[in-house]
């Protein structure tokens, strides 16, 4: 069974940095495109930043420059390089992944909880 494992979450001052990690069950070559999304209190969820099945990286305007997202093949992880954090940055951030069957549906962690005061 796939799982997707987040951790790194937790309160952090504006200005700081956190590093959120997402631990994969399986090869992550399985997937084709994997991604972090958040969500905030009484938002939708929105994308972060994610791997794209060409190889890319893609980024909300609202985190570039500040975030990077990583991934170690080996370890199966992928990772969540928070700097230069923001208040509005607070939301609970979800790690996904689509597998490489188009039929099959996304995979979700349980999430983590990100917090930044102001």
């Known amino acids: 069974q796939v799982q997707l494992v987040e951790s790194g979450g937790g309160l952090v001052q504006a200005g700081g940095s956190l590093r959120l990690s997402c631990q994969f069950s399986?090869?992550?070559?399985?997937?084709?495109?994997m991604a972090w999304h958040r969500q905030a209190p009484g938002k939708q969820r929105e994308l972060v930043a994610a791997?794209?099945?060409?190889?890319?990286?893609n980024y909300a305007d609202s985190v570039k420059g500040r975030f990077t997202i990583s991934r170690d093949d080996v370890k199966n992880t992928m990772d969540l390089q928070m700097n230069s954090l923001k208040p509005d940055d607070t939301a609970v951030y979800y790690c996904?992944?689509?597998?490489?069957?188009?039929?099959?549906?996304?995979?979700w962690g349980q999430g983590t909880q990100v917090t930044v005061s102001s």
């Open positions: 791997f794209t099945n060409r190889g890319t990286t």
């Open positions: 399986v090869s992550i070559f399985d997937f084709r495109r």
């Open positions: 996904n992944a689509a597998p490489l069957d188009w039929a099959l549906p996304d995979y």
